[in-house]
């Protein structure tokens, strides 16, 4: 190791999702011996770190209590960020609550790309106040602003598009540098082993280069070897569309995943996609290289490996 890592006892908050269990695995690989709490609203998704003698702690953002016993004896703390929109602020401020009154130290929080006071994001709105409130807390913080992850892309956008021949969004004729979900782990499990080196640093996480929707099908059409063309839309048009589809206006936690095995609200995603027609999302930087060490993966790269797979199937197996 290197001699600036501060190595500590590291919580790994929503340790049971996708980004979770990446950001798990690849801190065991830099040290077998890292102390890790796991915590997730739902504990027996992580029954197999349980039998190899990790601890795991039921915690909910929405339980302060449950927070409290999670966290006691961590010193720093990876916040993956909540999934409810319009709860998601006081979540986020009950576990920072709860990491003051535990003693940590600092927190890696997983932010989105493009955050400023007027992006018409839900989401960038909800992780700007975010910001502001760590900001505030007296901890040490490291915020990574995640671009849009590539997965999402090539999977949810772009393999249907391969299908019908046409991709159509609200996105209209900006850019944005999509990334890998696995740079966004490399990067944070980094940061985490790091942290004194990177507290007060705020990363934009992005892939390799700035495209836009046009460039995206370009990229597309040569990967599947079809022909997508990307046709802008209203915002209006992309409600519509999602409503047909039967995608509801407003996320719940308790709602069933879609046929593809995500869980969307419209109201979320075309908010999002006018940031990137704003061009709230052009943002190219070369963070993940300066954290890691290593540059990131390019979108054309990830939709090769991803192309036959659904969203839900891509996990850290094939990333």
């Not at 830099?30 to 998704?45: G, I, Q, S, W, Y």
């Not at 992580?46 to 966290?71: E, I, K, M, N, P």
């Not at 999977?155 to 996105?171: I, S």
């Not at 892939?207 to 929707?213: P, W």
Request: glycine share 8%; net charge negative.
């Amino acid at each position: 190791m290197k001699e600036d890592i501060a190595m500590g006892r590291i919580v790994i908050s929503g340790a049971s999702g996708d980004l979770g269990r990446r950001v798990t695995d690849l801190l065991l690989k830099a040290d077998p011996h890292v102390e890790l709490t796991l915590v997730t609203r739902t504990p027996e998704k992580l029954g197999q770190r349980q039998t190899q003698g990790f601890r795991v702690s039921r915690g909910d953002y929405r339980d302060a209590d449950s927070l409290d016993t999670a966290y006691s004896g961590a010193d720093t703390l990876f916040l993956i960020s909540g999934l409810n929109l319009g709860r998601r602020v006081s979540e986020h401020r009950t576990a920072i609550a709860a990491a003051q009154r535990a003693g940590i130290r600092h927190i890696v929080y997983t932010s989105v790309g493009g955050v400023q006071p007027n992006n018409p994001a839900l989401s960038a709105k909800d992780h700007y106040q975010t910001e502001l409130d760590l900001r505030a807390s007296g901890l040490t913080y490291t915020i990574l602003r995640n671009s849009l992850y590539s997965e999402i892309v090539s999977n949810v956008l772009v393999a249907p598009a391969a299908a019908t021949g046409l991709m159509k969004q609200a996105t209209g004729n900006d850019f944005l540098a999509p990334v890998a979900k696995s740079d966004v782990a490399r990067s944070a499990a980094t940061c985490l082993l790091q942290n004194e080196r990177h507290a007060g640093a705020v990363y934009e996480i992005t892939g390799t280069e700035l495209l836009s929707f046009h460039d995206i099908a370009t990229i597309g059409s040569e990967v599947h070897g079809v022909p997508i063309e990307y046709v802008p839309v209203s915002a209006e048009e992309r409600l519509a569309f999602f409503d047909s589809v039967g995608i509801p206006r407003t996320y719940d936690p308790n709602m069933p995943p879609s046929a593809d095995g995500h869980m969307w609200a419209s109201d979320e995603l075309v908010s999002a996609e006018v940031a990137i027609a704003e061009g709230y999302q052009a943002i190219l930087s070369h963070h993940v290289k300066h954290i890691t060490g290593q540059g990131p993966e390019s979108l054309r790269s990830v939709m090769e490996r991803c192309r036959s797979l659904r969203y839900d199937e891509i996990d850290a197996a094939v990333s």
